[in-house]
């Protein structure tokens, strides 16, 4: 499916650095979005699956919709309060050359019915904004598709790289 989309994303200043901010809406329970993306059946349907034992302080991850020769990272879960906050790093390499250190924040808020799933991630280097924004557009439509009962296949990764990394790439 191709249409024309527009970037959400912004970039924020925070206490501990630069993100890359994108939100989304559901009309769902707070406790509905947070299994959304914490349970492992739930998350494989958009974005990957974590192996291991949460309780343990952090687990492999595996993006499935990468491609053929995906591997899996390891997450450190900084934070986990349920069903309000997740925050994660990872420490991978963004490209042959370059290492990165990933902080993801997820922060989830209730209010009338509808639940508001903000996400962040740092960006050490602000050139990896123009590859990193359009990925995270991708994958947080692939969860509204989910979880409104559309089928995220139909969410084209074509559609938003390199479409939208212009926009990323002047955060």
Avoid at 9 to 23: I, M, N, P, S
Avoid at 69 to 80: A, F, G, L, R
Wanted: some cysteine; charged content about 25%.
């Amino acid at each position: 499916m191709s249409t024309e989309l527009t970037a959400t994303g912004h970039k924020e200043e925070r206490a501990d650095g630069t993100y890359v901010v994108l939100t989304r809406t559901f009309r769902a329970p707070i406790e509905d979005v947070w299994a959304a993306i914490t349970e492992p059946d739930r998350l494989a349907r958009w974005i990957g699956r974590w192996i291991g034992d949460p309780a343990q302080g952090s687990v492999r991850f595996e993006m499935l919709f990468e491609g053929e020769d995906v591997e899996s990272e390891e997450y450190e879960i900084n934070v986990c309060d349920a069903p309000n906050r997740l925050e994660l790093t990872s420490h991978m390499a963004y490209d042959e050359h370059t290492p990165a250190t990933w902080h993801l924040k997820l922060d989830l808020a209730e209010a009338d019915g509808v639940t508001t799933l903000t996400f962040a991630q740092s960006m050490d280097d602000p050139a990896m904004a123009e590859n990193v924004g359009p990925g995270w557009e991708y994958y947080l439509d692939r969860l509204v598709a989910a979880e409104t009962g559309g089928d995220p296949a139909t969410v084209d990764f074509g559609d938003y790289y390199p479409a939208l990394s212009g926009y990323y790439r002047t955060l």
